[in-house]
């Protein structure tokens, strides 16, 4: 019997010495990986720290709804057997809730799964999307992805949409323009008489993309989730997530509404089982919990409210927000207030990666995190303060 010769690293890389690297594709150098912010976790232990808020990554401060958390303890025991490849309770679920058909749905592993299959499913190498600027990086990563280009449009003042400029952005190579409503970072939205305006001027074969992962937080009586443009038959895709108000982002799910044709285009490069058994469940349930969506609703609207008035008080800019979010602007200091109130225990998203380096956004939390992002914050101006005044 012949002994096998083990190559140990060292003579591994002695036989890579002279021949060339595996290339990776040149999109790659194009794309902006996503910066998540940094969990709770990473910050104690790299702070010496007890205790931490977290309010960067604007999540549920009421945690996730319970009929999500009692059908994923029943579910537990069937975990050995492959998740429902099409989510059909869960479409279904959603079709009534939205009166829409299972196959205009599409279930995915939270709303950023969606935007890359859209990119995969429709975008070729030298087409373009339409996006505004500042918003969502995934929009720009799919296209990137795919070899396309991102034509951004900047807001108008105070992070206001401009459907005139947009439409002055699409040319013959446009697939998508990309509208996330309320906006991330900015928490502003357009109205629904200016998304339809947007819809009746594109040409039929540019889809809008619509993320509305933070709709249900919008109070504003002329916002839409755009689900009734689906329903009518417009050329738009709505994107929407459980990781918001349902309070779901640790298991990834989320959801996508348009016409059947752009929907099964979509299916095509879907993997078979990309929303896990749990996730599925668990987004079943949550659907059904008014009781949660009511609180969380009403939380978020009583401390968005709260956090101005505080903001106010302390003579700083901020912008008015239908999100679960407040936009602050902090000044030329605004990444050394950064550190220092995480160095105090609380975590906020600093803006230099949306290029606003004068500026955090804060999740809104519950009552009492919100009291004491407040109080850090107070500290850390009057510290900074005192090192800028000049000595007599």
């Known amino acids: 019997m012949s002994e096998s010769k083990s190559i140990h690293p060292s003579n591994k890389q002695e036989q890579a010495k002279g021949q060339e690297p595996v290339e990776a594709r040149q999109a790659l150098k194009q794309m902006k990986p996503y910066s998540p912010g940094k969990p709770i976790w990473e910050v104690q232990a790299e702070l010496g720290l007890d205790r931490v808020i977290k309010l960067a990554s604007n999540e549920n401060p009421l945690g996730a709804s319970p009929k999500a958390v009692e059908a994923v303890q029943r579910f537990l025991g069937e975990v050995h057997r492959y998740p429902d490849a099409g989510a059909v309770r869960l479409r279904q679920a959603l079709a009534e809730q939205l009166e829409l058909s299972p196959e205009q749905l599409i279930v995915t592993n939270g709303g950023d799964e969606l935007l890359t299959l859209m990119s995969e499913a429709f975008l070729e190498e030298g087409d373009e999307i339409v996006a ?197 602007e902090l000044g030329s200091g605004a990444q050394q207030i950064y550190e220092r109130l995480m160095r105090k225990g609380i975590i906020v998203r600093y803006g230099a990666i949306w290029g606003l380096p004068q500026c955090v956004r804060v999740t809104v939390g519950t009552e009492e995190e919100n009291r004491l992002f407040i109080s850090a914050l107070s500290e850390v101006l009057q510290e900074t303060r005192t090192e800028l005044k000049p000595v007599q």
């Open 132 to 328: 505004p600027t500042p918003t969502f990086s995934e929009y720009e990563f799919g296209a990137s992805l795919m070899g396309a280009v991102t034509v951004s449009v900047p807001f108008e003042e105070g992070f206001r949409y401009n459907i005139d400029t947009l439409l002055e952005a699409v040319t013959e190579r446009t697939k998508f323009v990309c509208i996330c409503s309320p906006n991330n970072p900015t928490g502003t939205y357009l109205p629904r008489n200016e998304l339809l305006r947007l819809l009746e001027a594109l040409p039929s074969r540019v889809l809008v993309v619509y993320d509305a992962a933070y709709s249900h937080y919008a109070t504003a009586n002329d916002y839409t989730d755009g689900m009734e443009f689906v329903r009518s038959g417009y050329p738009i895709l709505v994107v929407q997530t459980f990781s918001k108000i349902f309070g779901l982002a640790g298991i990834r799910v989320g959801f996508g509404a348009a016409s059947e044709a752009v929907i099964r285009s979509i299916l095509q490069v879907k993997e078979p089982f990309n929303v896990n058994a749990l996730a599925q469940v668990a987004a079943s349930g949550a659907i059904t919990d008014r009781a949660h969506i009511e609180a969380s609703r009403r939380v978020n609207t009583e401390g968005r409210q709260w956090l101005y008035q505080a903001l106010d008080t302390l003579g700083l800019s901020y912008t008015e927000s239908m999100s679960n979010f407040v936009l602050v």
